[in-house]
């Protein structure tokens, strides 16, 4: 099981408010050990990637000094590195002082920790303003930077909600042409660009997400993008999505560019919401905006493996991009174990509330060396995998006066999701609040869902009568103030003799 570390990175004293205080930064780095046989992966440009959102910034967010903020990137950086992740997508939603401070902090901590960990930037254009003067200024401070990634020589920029905001889809290629490209090409800066689209480009009567409609976004997009990429965030692995990822896949391979697909382990947009926060605070008069986000089933390692699955042997993507680190609004696979420990924005949100990921982080890394390596790699432990949510999706909050949270794409069952990877067929048992369940699982990567029930939960594998293993999750509770929809995960790993 993965036992969180007692090592702390202490900065120096920062005064406030007359007092004196240090942040502490816990290391969340996953066991350097793990579950699988690791091999360095081949040197033919596979990489993957985080989503970084530079807006909700790191353990202190973004209100700490310069100094404070390169030690907590660091401390990101290693902790991305941990999990096999070769570098951070940065998105930036607005030119202002704290995005460019936030920004120098992160090159300075890749610089530190060392060349091969890469970062690019994601210009976000969900939000207005548009500010190309800034995007173009940005790349001409970092385009050269040692940790700036370059793809064929080129250095590597992204946008996200690339169509959005505009009347015709051509305007929005005509924007990134006119405004950043060719301003960027006049400064002798040439770069790979790789836009986040939302089908804008799809023929009348013909939804965004048909193959048809792919088609007509990639040759929309024309020679000004080198390169795509999708989120399908909510509807993978379970709606849809993975069809539409592998469509791209497919159709960008036969017109010759890029393609970027992405992997998430937990959708719940606009969570926020759902807790007393600046969105809505108990007694608060409701409004038709102030509503509680839809949560989207992704089914933990079931879910994850389906995933990689259709990245490994359908889309065959030169990327992934993993989504995402640390947006806890929505999503986030930081192996942190509660945000709200830390002073980083996340309001009024309850202590407990947020999830810990690192049995996610830690199953994911398997199928992160099987992508960039190409080879299945071997299990060497004996192990067990979980997720689910801590309350019942019939449960209503006792302090939330507004319709309950709905799930997107399907139901959102009371589940306990469980992957075992096993170097040999074995039985895993499950207590669920009281309530006994047993399962023969086989060898390899197996998924079991299995209902639960109020109370404790644990998981044990058991081989010729013999116990190999047994972890403890989150209880399963029977009432709750506020909607919390975000998964728990563990796990348990067991070397097995003579296996490296």
Known sequence: MRLTRLIVLCLAALC?????????????????KTFFAQSPAPKDGKKVFAWYMVCCGGFGGNNVSFAEQVVEYKAEILMAKSMGI????????????????????????????????????????????KKPVDYVDLMKQYHAHPNYYQFNGLPLVCAYGAD????????????????????????????????????QFAPPNTAWISHEATIAEIAGW???????????????????GL????????????????????????????????????????????????????????????????????????????????????DYNESYIEPVDDYKKYPNGTADAPLGWYKPQCGMDELNRYYVQWYKSGVQPPITADSIFYAYRTSSAALKAELDTRAPVKCGNGSAPDSLFVTTALTAPAELRVLSGGVAASQKVPAGIHSTLIPFHVGPQTFSLWRNGVKINSVTGEPVVSSIKFYDYWPTTGYVETPVAGRK
């Open 16 to 32: 406030v408010c007359g007092s004196a205080r240090a942040l502490t930064i816990p290391d969340f780095r996953l066991p350097a």
């Open 86 to 129: 070769d570098g951070f997508g940065l998105d930036l939603m607005e030119p202002n002082d704290v995005y460019h401070t936030a920004i120098a902090a992160m090159f300075q901590a890749a610089r530190d920790v060392g060349p091969d960990f890469k970062l690019f930037f994601e210009f976000d254009q969900s939000l207005p303003p």
């Open 164 to 199: 959005c905001g505009f009347k015709q889809p051509s305007e929005a290629v005509d924007w990134w042409k006119t405004n950043v490209i060719q301003p960027l090409v006049d400064r002798g800066i040439k770069i790979y660009f790789v836009p986040t689209t939302f089908g």
């Open 222 to 240: 024309g020679d000004v993008a080198q390169g795509q990429s999708v989120w399908m965030i909510q509807l993978s692995p379970i709606g849809g």
């Open 243 to 326: 069809d539409t990822l592998e469509n791209y896949g497919t159709e960008l391979r036969k017109a010759g560019k890029t393609w970027m697909s992405t992997i998430s382990t937990h959708y719940w947009v606009g969570s926020s919401r759902s807790v007393p926060g600046w969105y809505w605070k108990p007694g608060q008069a409701e409004s038709p905006t102030c509503i509680n986000g839809s949560y989207f089933e992704h089914a933990g390692g079931q879910g994850l493996a389906a995933q990689w699955d259709s990245v490994i042997r359908v889309q065959k993507p030169e990327w992934v991009m993993l989504l995402t680190w640390n």
